[in-house]
């Protein structure tokens, strides 16, 4: 079975950066979209940004608008999230989530059926 793979979490101090990658354990990622998401115990996954990969197409949360950039690498087969000026309250747990079609982009958790194993992501104040 194809499993997604998270990795660049980390510790950071707030106003810093991290770029995390979610790429395939086949090193092909044959999703029509891939979605980033993060959660904190005791509270629902929370969406980030999504793209689509036939046109590049994407969608950020308010939260981190102008903050964070989802982008895919197609030498790498991977969707790579940038994350800049971090802040504390983007301590979470970082999940890829990916689906097989893509009419519209999608921000609900519940609307992706394959889900990587998540990266922590620590930003210090």
């Known amino acids: 079975q194809v499993q997604l793979v998270e990795s660049g979490g980390g510790l950071v101090q707030a106003g810093g950066s991290l770029r995390l990658s979610c790429a395939t354990s086949?090193?092909?990622?044959?999703?029509?979209?891939v979605a980033w998401f993060r959660q904190v115990p005791g509270q629902e996954r929370e969406f980030v940004a999504a793209?689509?990969?036939?046109?590049?197409?994407?969608v950020h949360a308010d939260s981190v608008k102008g903050r964070f950039l989802i982008s895919r690498d197609n030498a790498k087969n991977a969707v790579d999230l940038q994350m800049n000026s971090l802040k504390p309250d983007d301590t979470a747990v970082y999940f890829c989530?990916?689906?097989?079609?893509?009419?519209?982009?999608?921000?609900?958790?519940?609307?992706?059926?394959?889900w990587g194993q998540g990266t922590q992501v620590t930003v210090s104040s």
């Open positions: 086949t090193g092909t990622l044959n999703y029509a979209m």
């Open positions: 989530g990916a689906r097989l079609s893509a009419v519209r982009i999608r921000t609900a958790a519940s609307d992706y059926g394959y």
């Open positions: 793209i689509r990969w036939s046109d590049g197409s994407t």
